[in-house]
Every structure is written in C-alpha cells, then in structure tokens.
C-alpha cells in the first residue's frame, strides 16, 4: 500500500477581532476528519502586520468528553476544557527547531510528529507567542473553543490552571495533515457563514455533518472547511475573497481532490451583478481543474427574510442557480436551493 499526505483538518484566514497578544499561550481545539500518521501542524501569519515567533508548538488530545464549565466563568479562573489527556501533549518542530518566526503574508509548516492521528477526534494545538504578535491571523467565529493564558510558555502543560480566557476564535492555525493509504482524499468547502455553522449548533453544521459520513466511506474521505463568516465571492473581508483563497489557501493543501463552491449571497446583498458573479464561478471552476480538482457548483440558497435582501438580488440568485444547474462550469452541483425551498411559500394560516 502507497502513502500519501492529506489534509484532515483546515481553516480559511482571517483578520481576527481585537489584538494586544504578547507572551502567552493560546490552545486552540480542532476536529480531525480521517485519521492517518505523521500529524504535520501548518501556521499562518497571513494578516500579520510583523513577524510573529512562536516559542513551542505543542499536540495533546483534549478527553473524550470535555469537563462541565459554568455559563459564565470569571477572568484568572482555570478553565477545565483546556486541560489534556496525561502524556498525550507532544512538542513539534519547526526544521528540528522548537520554535519558528512566520514573517509577515507566510506559512509555515512543522515537521511530522510521529503519532497516530484518529478520525473524528479533537486535537489541542498549544502555541507560545513570544513577544508582541501585532494583527492576528486565524478564524472568527469558530465552532470550538480557544484558550489563552496568563503570560508565559505554557504549551507543554497538560492541566488547565494557566488557561484563563475562553474566546470563539482560532489562532494562527492554517492546516493540520497526516499521512494515509493514496486512496483517501479530501474535498475542500469554499464559502461563507453557511459553510462555517454560524447559527448552528457547535459541531452540527451541515459541513460537519458531511465530515461524519464521508470519514466512514470506503475508502474515507476527509472535508475541510473553508468558509468564512460574511464572506465574499468579489470581494474580501476579513479574509480573502473566495477566487483568491481558492489559490492562496485551499489548493496550497495536500490531498485536496474536489471543491464544494457554495458563496454568493453576500455578494448580492452588497448589490452584486449575476454576470459578474457567474464570471466568478467559471474562474473558479478553470482555476481548480488546472489544479486536478473537481468543483460541485452549489445552489445559492433562499434568503428571503435577511436585511440585505432585495428583490433585484432575489433575480440575480436566480440567474445564478440557473448557471450553476446548467452544469457548464461544474463537474457536479450540489442543490442546496430545492432542498431548502419552501414548498408553499404563499400558503398562510387563517
């Protein structure tokens, strides 16, 4: 049997809120999908406005079952849901090196760590920021919990007393890969907050749920999400626009063999021309199959009811989905239209 790098777990870039990081530790909690050897963490600095030096990088597995943490927990108190399983935190390196300066715009990526991954499991990924970090980079609105600590190099620590601050955010992670059989691939989600489960319960978006089947198919297929909350197919935001993580980030990764193309919809509230958008799509389309990498068009999805609806935009959704259906620019579509299409919009209730 051949092997191959994939990559189990990924996130896109964004400028994160707020700032003022210097001298701590943050523990940011991932999901893997499929399982593989050889765990290989990637960071980023994408936004950075400085070189950011990590110290050390630490790998430790969160329990199986996270500890109960009260509603509202006040600053300088432990927070139980960063603490790891005994023995499991491992430290990685950079070129043999603990720690790595990512200069401003770069990737950077650790060495394998030679442990078996499992599927479906919550990793803790530790990283010591030594100095002042400036503009961070990593994801907004994440749907699993980031930690961060009093000052100090506290990434080696498998208890939870220096984690004090619990933040819906994650923190300079780029890509976490392992190696598997060649067979095993992974299918990237490029979108928006319909991608990232903004409104959904942790854990039970719709692109996580498609993590839970793929991972058991045969061979299994590991998902990625790549979305980003208020994200643009045209335009950027706090990440990039969608056309440009497609090369930027998404085709960077290993193992990546089909994107699901699901992002539009800000674009149209923002007032956004169908032509434009559907131009959009089939650079998209050609980018990746250059690349080797199928593309499955999605249905922009109703959204009638959001503040930014209009009625021309509701005309340019529909041209849109007339382009993504016809199948030109596609390798496959994925309907999310007529699966989430009310049935009987006008029929009211006496």
């Known amino acids: ?182 067979s095993v691939s992974t299918v990237a989600v490029l979108g928006d907050s319909i991608a990232t489960g903004v409104g959904s319960e942790t854990g039970h978006g719709w692109v996580d749920l498609l993590a839970d089947l793929a991972v058991q198919g045969s061979p299994p297929l590991a998902v990625v999400n790549e979305g980003v909350s208020g994200g643009r197919v045209l335009a950027a935001g706090t990440g990039r626009s969608a056309e440009s993580r497609l090369t930027a980030e998404v085709l960077t990764r290993p193992g990546i063999a089909a994107v699901i193309l699901l992002a539009g919809l800000n674009d149209l509230g923002a007032g956004a021309r169908a032509d434009d958008l559907i131009a959009a799509y089939g650079r998209i389309a050609a980018t990746a199959r250059a690349a080797g990498v199928r593309v499955i068009g999605g249905t922009l999805t109703p959204y009638a009811g959001a503040e930014y609806h209009t009625e021309a935009g509701e005309r340019a959704r529909q041209a849109v989905n007339a382009y993504v259906r016809s199948g030109g620019a596609f390798d496959g579509v994925a309907d999310f239209d007529a699966a989430l299409l009310d049935p009987a919009p006008d029929v009211g209730v006496d």
Do not use: C, K
Not at 47 to 64: E, L
């Open 1 to 182: 049997m051949t092997y191959r790098p994939v990559t189990t777990w990924a996130a896109a870039a964004e400028r994160l809120d707020g700032g003022g990081l210097r001298d701590v530790t943050v523990r940011n909690i991932v999901r893997t999908t499929v399982g593989g050897n050889g765990l290989r963490v990637r960071l980023t600095n994408a936004f950075g406005d400085r070189p950011v030096t990590f110290g050390h990088v630490h790998a430790g597995v969160p329990p199986a079952v996270p500890p109960a943490v009260p509603p509202a927990v006040p600053l300088a108190v432990p927070l139980a849901g960063a603490a790891l399983e005994p023995g499991s935190n491992r430290m990685l390196t950079f070129g043999g090196s603990p720690a790595v300066t990512v200069a401003p715009g770069a990737t950077a990526l650790s060495d394998p760590l030679p442990v078996r991954v499992r599927p479906r499991r919550r990793l803790a990924i530790s990283l010591y920021v030594q100095g002042e970090a400036g503009t961070l980079t990593g994801r907004n609105r994440a749907t699993a919990p980031a930690y961060r600590s009093v000052p100090g190099d506290h990434a080696a620590d498998e208890g939870s007393g220096a984690f004090t601050e619990e933040v819906a955010l994650w923190h300079w992670l780029d890509a976490l890969t392992v190696t598997a059989p060649t």
